[in-house]
C-alpha cells in the first residue's frame, strides 16, 4: 500500500496530497505560512506583475479616522466629523472588534478655530491589509506607510484626476508574489490634502507641502508626527520604532515626505519621493542634516558598540537602498560646505571598517534612512506626448483633466540637485528614470510597485 502511494504521489502529486491524511502533512511539517506562501505562489501563477494594478481596497478594510480626535474643536456624531472609528459601509469596518474604541475626553483647545484655519479638517483613511483580522496575525505588529496626497492613492473615483495610483493593488500583487521583505502588507494611512486656497491665490496644498520653512508646512508635519502618527499607534497594531514607518507622495507631496524624515527621524524610517519638486529651503535642511549629524564614538568604547546619537538613538550606518543610481552631476556650491560633505563621505567610508576612534553617522541622519527618488520628463530623444488619450478614460467626472502632466522636465534642475547633495555625502538612495514619464496619478501608478520594492522589498529580488 506505501509502495503505491508513492506511485501515485510521483504520477499525480496534487491529488496525492489531497487524498492523503492528515497525519501525512504533519509529517512534512506544513505551518499556516507555508500554506499563505502557497496561496500566493498559485495566485502569482495567474496575476502578472505589471501595471494596471487593481483599483481599490483588495479585500482590506477601510476605516475613516474621527475628525474630532485628529483635529481640536470638532464635535459630533459617527457621520466623518464626530468620535468612534468609521468603517466604510462597502468595506464593512464596523465588524472590527479588535479596535480600541474607548475615547479619552476632550480638553477644548482656545486656539482650536486658528488651528482648523491653518489645517482645515478632513477625512483621514486606513486601508488594513486582509490579514490583520485573521487570527494568525492577531500578535502581529504591522509596518504603517503614510500616503499624501491620500485621496489619489487608492480609488480612481476619489482622485482628483479620476485616475489612482493604484497603491494598494500594488502591494497586494507584490504580497501574492512573496517579493516584500515583510510577512504582510503594511497599513497604509491616506491623508487628503487640503482644499481650496489659504490666502486669494495661495493654495492649501502647496502651503502644507511647502519648503521647509514655511508656517503650514511646518504646522502640516507637526500634525502628522505628532498627532496622527501617535493615534495610529494607539488604535492599531503597529510597530513603534522609525523602521516600522514610511512616507511617500509625489510632486510637492514627494518634498513633504522627506521633510518628514528630516524633521522626524525617530519616528519615521523612510520616504519615497515620486516626481518630487524640491524647493530650496529643503535642500538646505539636507545639508544641515548631513553636516551635523556625526557624532565621535564615547571613550573606553571597548566593546566595538557604536556610540549614541542625539536623542539616546544608536547610530548605524548607511541605509540599505536598493538599486542605487549615483550619478555624478556638476553644481556650484560652496567650497566650505562642499568640503565638509566630502570629509563626512570620507568619515563614513572610514567607520564603515571598522577602525577605532572615527567619527560614526548618526541614527537621525539620512545615512540611516530608505531613500527613494524618481521621475519621468524629457531625456533625448524621448519626450513627454503633449496629448495623451488614456489619461481621460476615468472612473469619475474628471476626465477632461490629465494633470501637470508637464512638470516633470521642470523638476530636473532640483531634483538632480537633490541627488547631487546626496552623492556628496555618500548616502544610499534609490532613483529610478522613467523616460517620457507624465506627470500625473496614472503616470505614478504604472511604476507605483517600484517605490513600494525600494521600502519593502527582498533585496535580492526586487530588481
Known amino acids: 500500500q506505501h509502495r503505491q502511494q508513492?506511485?501515485?504521489?510521483?504520477?499525480?502529486?496534487?491529488?496525492?496530497?489531497?487524498?492523503?491524511?492528515?497525519?501525512?502533512?504533519?509529517?512534512?511539517?506544513?505551518?499556516?505560512?507555508d500554506q499563505n506562501k502557497e496561496r500566493r505562489n498559485e495566485v502569482h501563477q495567474q496575476r502578472p506583475l505589471r501595471p494596471p494594478f487593481p483599483n481599490g481596497s483588495c479585500g482590506g478594510t477601510v476605516i475613516t479616522l474621527p475628525r474630532n480626535e485628529l483635529f481640536p474643536g470638532l464635535q459630533g456624531g459617527d457621520d466623518g466629523n464626530g468620535s468612534g472609528l468609521r468603517g466604510d459601509d462597502h468595506h464593512h469596518g464596523n465588524s472590527l472588534p479588535f479596535l480600541n474604541?474607548?475615547?479619552?475626553?476632550?480638553?477644548?483647545?482656545?486656539?482650536?478655530?486658528?488651528?482648523?484655519?491653518?489645517?482645515p479638517p478632513r477625512d483621514v483613511k486606513v486601508w488594513l491589509p486582509k490579514e490583520y483580522s485573521m487570527e494568525e496575525y492577531r500578535k502581529e505588529r504591522f509596518p504603517v506607510l503614510y500616503c499624501h496626497d491620500g485621496q489619489n492613492a487608492m480609488e480612481d473615483t476619489s482622485s482628483w484626476t479620476g485616475s489612482s495610483w493604484r497603491l494598494i493593488g500594488a502591494l497586494t500583487r507584490l504580497h501574492e508574489r512573496d517579493l516584500l521583505s515583510i510577512p504582510t502588507p503594511p497599513i497604509v494611512v491616506c491623508i487628503p490634502c487640503a482644499d481650496g486656497n489659504l490666502l486669494p491665490g495661495v493654495s492649501r496644498r502647496h502651503s502644507e507641502y511647502g519648503d521647509i520653512a514655511h508656517p503650514v508646512s511646518m504646522?502640516?508635519?507637526?500634525?502628522?508626527?505628532?498627532?496622527?502618527?501617535?493615534?495610529?499607534?494607539?488604535?492599531?497594531?503597529?510597530?513603534?520604532?522609525?523602521?516600522?514607518?514610511?512616507?511617500?507622495?509625489?510632486?510637492l507631496g514627494g518634498q513633504a515626505s522627506?521633510?518628514?524624515?528630516?524633521?522626524?527621524?525617530?519616528?519615521?524610517?523612510?520616504?519615497?519621493?515620486?516626481?518630487?519638486?524640491?524647493?530650496?529651503?529643503?535642500?538646505?535642511?539636507?545639508?544641515?542634516?548631513?553636516v551635523a549629524g556625526f557624532t565621535p564614538p564615547p571613550p573606553n568604547n571597548n566593546d566595538g558598540r557604536r556610540g549614541g546619537g542625539a536623542g539616546g538613538?544608536?547610530?548605524?550606518?548607511?541605509?540599505?537602498?536598493?538599486?542605487?543610481?549615483?550619478?555624478?552631476?556638476?553644481?556650484?556650491?560652496?567650497?566650505?560646505?562642499?568640503?565638509?560633505?566630502?570629509?563626512?563621505?570620507?568619515?563614513?567610508?572610514?567607520?564603515?571598517?571598522?577602525?577605532?576612534?572615527?567619527?560614526?553617522?548618526?541614527?537621525?541622519?539620512?545615512?540611516?534612512k530608505t531613500i527613494y527618488i524618481d521621475n519621468g520628463g524629457d531625456v533625448e530623444d524621448t519626450r513627454v506626448p503633449v496629448f495623451e488619450a488614456l489619461d481621460h478614460f476615468t472612473l469619475n467626472e474628471r476626465w477632461w483633466n490629465p494633470g501637470y502632466w508637464w512638470l516633470d522636465t521642470s523638476l530636473q534642475p532640483m531634483i538632480d540637485a537633490m541627488r547631487w547633495t546626496l552623492d556628496q555625502a555618500g548616502v544610499n538612495y534609490t532613483y529610478e528614470k522613467f523616460p517620457g514619464g507624465r506627470h500625473n496619478e496614472r503616470a505614478w501608478a504604472q511604476r507605483i510597485h517600484r517605490p513600494l520594492l525600494a521600502l519593502y522589498g527582498k533585496k535580492d529580488r526586487n530588481g
Open 313 to 368: 538613538a544608536s547610530a548605524s550606518g548607511t541605509s540599505a537602498s536598493r538599486g542605487t543610481d549615483h550619478g555624478t552631476l556638476r553644481g556650484s556650491s560652496g567650497k566650505r560646505r562642499n568640503n565638509v560633505l566630502k570629509e563626512n563621505q570620507s568619515r563614513l567610508r572610514r567607520s564603515s571598517s571598522g577602525r577605532k576612534g572615527e567619527t560614526t553617522p548618526n541614527a537621525n541622519t539620512l545615512h540611516s
Open 258 to 290: 522627506l521633510q518628514l524624515v528630516l524633521r522626524y527621524p525617530e519616528a519615521f524610517g523612510g520616504a519615497a519621493c515620486l516626481s518630487p519638486c524640491f524647493q530650496p529651503g529643503t535642500i538646505a535642511a539636507v545639508v544641515a542634516n548631513l
Open 6 to 33: 508513492q506511485q501515485q504521489h510521483q504520477q499525480h502529486p496534487n491529488r496525492a496530497l489531497s487524498n492523503a491524511p492528515s497525519t501525512h502533512l504533519d509529517n512534512g511539517h506544513r505551518n499556516n505560512e
Open 219 to 251: 504646522a502640516h508635519g507637526d500634525f502628522v508626527a505628532t498627532k496622527l502618527h501617535p493615534y495610529v499607534l494607539e488604535k492599531f497594531r503597529v510597530g513603534s520604532g522609525a523602521e516600522h514607518a514610511c512616507v511617500m507622495g509625489s510632486s
Open 101 to 119: 474604541l474607548n475615547h479619552l475626553p476632550q480638553i477644548r483647545n482656545p486656539f482650536s478655530s486658528l488651528e482648523n484655519a491653518v489645517l
